[in-house]
């Protein structure tokens, strides 16, 4: 999904502003964010972060049920697998479109997948929020009072 040009502004004035994020994380030396890259500014990766945690799509294996446990596993292929993710979704993209781009394109025959047999079940999905862009006059007033009270 696109993000729109305001969102990346707003984005861009968030990353700008704060400290890098993964100063303050526990990491051990060398352990880089999602959002690194070398020779990028920290408000850069900053941005990276942001955009990753709440613009992009992200897809996480919660439960995994048919592979034997690490003592008894072996070099062998399995009848059955089943696989369960969540996926975040864009705010601007709307759960039932994205669910049916999953069943497409999980339901397509494509060579990596040795023509498996792929079910899919859709659990409960829900859309995201994008609130509409704020009129210039009401973005001037909240900005107005935020000086006023931050002494900005």
Known sequence: MEIPPY????????????PLFTKKLPV???LHSQGYA??????????????NNYWRPSLSVIGFEGLPPLSKAGNVVYKELKLRC??????????TKAAEIVNRILNEQRPETYNAK???????????LDAPKLPE????????????????
Do not use: M, Y
Request: glycine share 10%.
């Open 7 to 18: 969102r990346v502004q707003e984005c861009r004035h968030i990353a700008e502003a704060l």
């Open 28 to 30: 051990i030396p060398g």
């Open 38 to 51: 070398p020779g990028r500014s920290e408000a850069d990766e900053n941005f990276e972060i942001i955009i």
């Open 86 to 95: 969540s996926l975040r979704l864009p705010p601007t993209l709307t759960a």
């Open 118 to 128: 792929i079910e899919v079940t859709i659990g409960e999905g829900g859309n995201g």
């Open 137 to 152: 006059s009401i973005e001037a007033k909240f900005k107005e009072a935020h000086a006023a009270v931050f002494s900005e």
